[in-house]
């Protein structure tokens, strides 16, 4: 179990960093990330490298007996690179540069970035890959954090190369985006724009391959960086800082790429809900690299600086947060960053060591997690939940492309139906449509708007090996080109359901005015369910309808259907349901798949997390609260147990 978090001391004078060895090893850290944002400082010119100060900083920390996760460096550019190479600053969809001065300024298509980016990788590892204090390799920082859509003109050039790998003729990229309409047929590559801003909507086939486009551009960058770092002879795990379910890149490409996924996760914490997406962010990296440890690359101890208002961690939080991302799967917690900064964009932000120093509340809870660390029990990697949830970036990139006819938050209505399953305690992995499913009694893909041949093959072949789908309104609407298929809607995937799909309605959206039906509702096993967002009007084919809408714009048609496929069943909900018309469906047709809680009679607020034979139980309330757990089934004659969880209270549980 790794222990630690972002070293920045280029800010910090060498006899600052005594003090620093001295605490980290007091807090029981055992990994720094180091020279993430310390290009100006070790390439002081174009040719020139100084690195007696990053010597001193590894053999530092090699001597404290702490290892060092040394970070490529190529995360912002130093101001002689783009005073000297302009051409390197990425630009908006206005075709206005991006200016250096805070960080990541870069276009990653850019030569000169990618030939002067590649030039100080190599160095830095001809320097440090056997360097006994680096334990691992962290490539660039956060790619495409704020930069996740680069509009310049290198990115147009590289646009245009990869369009031409994708499609090899430019007559079968007029087809798959449709150009006869608006006039927009090209007759050579090098005629595309990235979608900068348009008079009116973009073409969506475009939008959609930009997105794939940048997601692939970022992570050209890492591959070519990591076999940098592997070409040297450097034998440690190669990472870069995800960002959980990240909408600029698809991630499941990323991590076929990468030795260990690592993550950033900064949930709100004025939002009482910020622990569920917590879990989700944690999820989904157990799901990027299935049956691996993931690591906690980054949070915060305490409050960010990059909120309109930013809440500090209460007492216990930062704690009970962290344990949960060990209960999903991760094998190191560690926080940006050890020592706050005094000046600089992130001076307020919260750090290990805070400005009031080691008698802080902070530092105190810092060395309590630290030493709760080492005591874990030993854990393997994790099992499969017994659930599993699509997340599927060409489905974001699509569904929330131009002129749709309902605005959607992709990431969100994902994260809200994993929501509902953790509020029932009920595990889940976050899976790919492409993913072996096999393993999984239920199976929910929300807004599965574009369905690819392929993920239609394996979600058909689950159902038909005996497996559940539940899937919501806007299912297999659209092919990979973002094309309807021949026939209309639902044409991949009509068997498994056995409805057809004749009109989508729009409502009011929630939280809005104006005119028009804001809901749908439907009742299922005496629970009313409040639709919103849309309606799909189905007409049942060989599906049994299990409810009908009561009321909204299409009163009477079917609201719940469920179809007998092969030895398994199709669920197709006919809208989105609110938060608790979620958990009561995932409730009903949980049961239908045999699948039930890890422990039942919890509150909503006390979560409860599964890795390998050991629970986690943290109670997120901001109340104490009394449980009773089921006695351990393995251990004969042994009677249940009172547990008190204080606020923010965490144990672990021996339960195989
Ligand atoms: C991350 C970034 C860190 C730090 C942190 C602050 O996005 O990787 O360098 O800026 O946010 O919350």
Not at 277 to 301: H, I, N, Y
Not at 390 to 407: H, K, R
Request: glycine share 8%; charged share 20%.
């Amino acid at each position: 179990m790794q222990y630690g978090g972002d070293y920045n001391p280029e800010q910090w004078s060498e006899e600052t960093w005594v003090e620093d060895a001295r605490l980290m090893r007091e807090a029981g850290v055992t990994l720094v990330t180091v020279n993430v944002f310390s290009w100006s400082v070790i390439q002081p010119a174009e040719g020139v490298f100084e690195w007696e100060w990053l010597d001193r900083v590894l053999e530092n920390m090699h001597a404290n007996g702490i290892d060092v996760d040394l970070a490529t460096g190529t995360a912002s550019p130093p101001p002689w690179l783009t005073e000297q190479y302009p051409g390197v600053l990425p630009q908006d969809e206005n075709g206005v540069n991006l200016w250096p001065g805070s960080r990541q300024h870069y276009s990653p298509t850019s030569p000169d970035y990618r030939r002067l980016a590649a030039t100080l990788v190599s160095a830095l590892v001809e320097r440090y890959a056997r360097h006994p204090a680096v334990s691992m390799w962290h490539v660039n920082n956060e790619l495409g954090c704020h930069v996740a859509y680069d509009y310049s003109d290198n990115a147009r050039a590289a646009f245009a190369e990869w369009l031409e790998q994708k499609y090899t003729t430019i007559k079968a990229l007029n087809t798959a985006w449709n150009t006869a309409f608006w006039s927009q047929r090209y007759t050579s590559f090098a005629q595309i724009i990235p979608p900068r801003k348009t008079p009116s909507f973009p073409n969506p086939g475009l939008v959609l391959d930009f997105k794939r486009f940048s997601s692939d551009a970022l992570l050209d960058l890492f591959v070519m960086e990591r076999d940098i770092v592997r070409a040297s002879g450097a034998t440690q795990p190669i990472t870069t800082n995800l960002m959980g379910a990240f909408p600029g890149a698809d991630y499941w490409s990323w991590a076929e790429e990468m030795d260990v996924v690592s993550n950033d996760a900064y949930p709100d914490p004025n939002d009482p809900e910020a622990f569920r997406s917590m879990a989700f962010s944690s999820d989904v990296m157990r799901g990027l690299k299935p049956d691996r440890p993931w690591l906690l690359m980054e949070q915060a101890t305490n409050a960010v600086q990059w909120r309109p208002t930013n809440a500090r961690k209460q007492p216990g939080v930062m704690s009970a947060w962290s344990m949960q991302s060990v209960s999903r799967g991760a094998d190191g917690i560690l926080f940006f960053q050890w020592r706050q900064s005094r000046a600089g964009a992130e001076k307020f932000h919260s750090a290990m060591l805070p400005h009031s120093g080691e008698k802080s509340r902070v530092f105190r809870e810092i060395s309590a997690l630290g030493a709760d660390l080492k005591v874990l029990p030993q854990m393997g990697t994790g099992s499969r939940a017994r659930v599993g949830i699509v997340f599927d970036w060409d489905c974001l990139w699509a569904v929330e492309g131009p002129a749709m006819p309902v605005t959607l938050d992709y990431h969100a209505i994902v994260q809200r139906w994993h929501a509902a399953l953790h509020r029932q305690h009920i595990g889940v992995d976050i899976v790919s449509a492409r993913s072996d499913l096999s393993s999984y009694a239920l199976v929910i893909a929300p807004l599965l708007y574009l369905v690819t041949d392929e993920s239609a093959a394996n979600l058909s072949n689950y159902v038909e090996n005996g497996g559940h789908l539940l899937v919501s309104a806007f299912t297999d609407v659209v092919d990979e080109t973002n094309t309807f298929r021949a026939g209309g809607y639902l044409q991949a995937l009509g068997a498994v359901f056995g409805v057809a799909v004749e009109e989508y309605d729009a409502l009011v959206l929630p939280g809005t005015g104006g005119p028009g039906y804001r809901e749908a509702s439907f009742t299922v096993d005496g629970t009313s369910i409040r639709g919103e967002y849309m309606v799909d009007e189905l007409h049942p084919e060989t599906a049994e309808v299990v409810a009908v809408f009561s009321d909204g714009p299409i009163k009477g048609s079917p609201a719940l259907t469920a179809n007998g496929f092969g030895s398994g069943v199709g669920y197709y909900i006919a809208t989105i349901p609110d938060d608790a018309g979620m958990t009561s469906i995932l409730a009903w047709a949980a049961e239908r798949a045999g699948v039930g809680p890890e422990l039942t009679g919890l509150p909503e607020v006390v979560e409860v997390s599964r890795r390998d034979e050991h629970l986690l139980l943290i109670n997120h309330g901001s109340e104490a609260v009394s449980l009773i757990i089921p006695a351990d089934a393995s251990e004969a004659g042994k009677k249940e147990e009172r547990l008190e969880l204080s606020f923010q209270g965490w144990t672990w549980l021996h339960r195989p």
